[in-house]
Structure formats: C-alpha cells, structure tokens
C-alpha cells in the first residue's frame, strides 16, 4: 500500500499561484506513475497532470497547459504541483494520487491510491 498526503492548498486570488506538495510513503517501489486530480463541487474527479517517477514523462489536461508545471523529487518520493496564473475555475479539492497502471492514466478509476486531498479557492 501507498500513503499520499497532500499539501500546499489555500486561498488565493486571480492571477496568483500556489504549489502543491504530494509526500508518497510506504511501497512506493509499486508505483510507476503520479497524478494529481481535482474535483470542484457538482462535478466528477477530472485529470490535471502525471508524471512517471522513472523518465518524467509528462502529460497536462488542456485547462491547465501552461500555466501548471508537475515535478518530482525522487529521492524525497514527492511530487509537486506548481500553479501559476490561477483562475476561479481551478477552484477545486485537489488530489494527489498514485497507479502501476501503464494505460488510461487520464482516468481516475485506474490510480489505486488516494491521499486525502487538499483545497484550492481562487477568488475573483
């Protein structure tokens, strides 16, 4: 098993930016992929970033090209979330999480680990 805890999230107004830190313990060895998530009121848990821990290959959704930048430090087994450029819309529970999986990384039914998720407000 996987522990993730987030951290990082607040409020912030538009324009700004926020980082968000993901700290992996435990079989972390059982992982080859990191997401991060976010999941506003009202609506389903969409995709935002992934990173491989080996090679960094790196995907964004559209939303957030360019302005979210996704890292890993591998030697602390923690991934970040850098966010400029922040807009009411990221507003959003954000989650970190964790897969083996090797296909449908877009999709969170398919990242078997979960940390427990940290709030983003972006006001107006």
């Known amino acids: 098993q996987v522990q993730l805890v987030e951290s990082g999230g607040g409020l912030v107004q538009a324009g700004g930016s926020l980082r968000l830190s993901c700290a992996a313990s435990g079989r972390t060895f059982s992982t080859s992929t990191m997401g991060w998530f976010r999941q506003a009121p009202g609506k389903e848990r969409e995709f935002v970033a992934r990173i491989r821990w080996s090679g960094g290959t790196i995907s964004y959704a559209d939303s957030v090209k360019g302005r979210f930048t996704i890292s890993r430090d591998n030697a602390k087994n923690t991934v970040y979330l850098q966010m400029n450029n922040l807009k009411p819309e990221d507003t959003a529970v954000y989650y970190c999480?964790?897969?083996?999986?090797?296909?449908?990384?877009?999709?969170?039914?398919?990242?078997?680990?979960w940390g427990q998720g940290t709030q983003v407000t972006v006001s107006s």
């Open positions: 999480a964790a897969t083996s999986a090797r296909y449908g990384l877009g999709n969170p039914g398919n990242f078997a680990s």
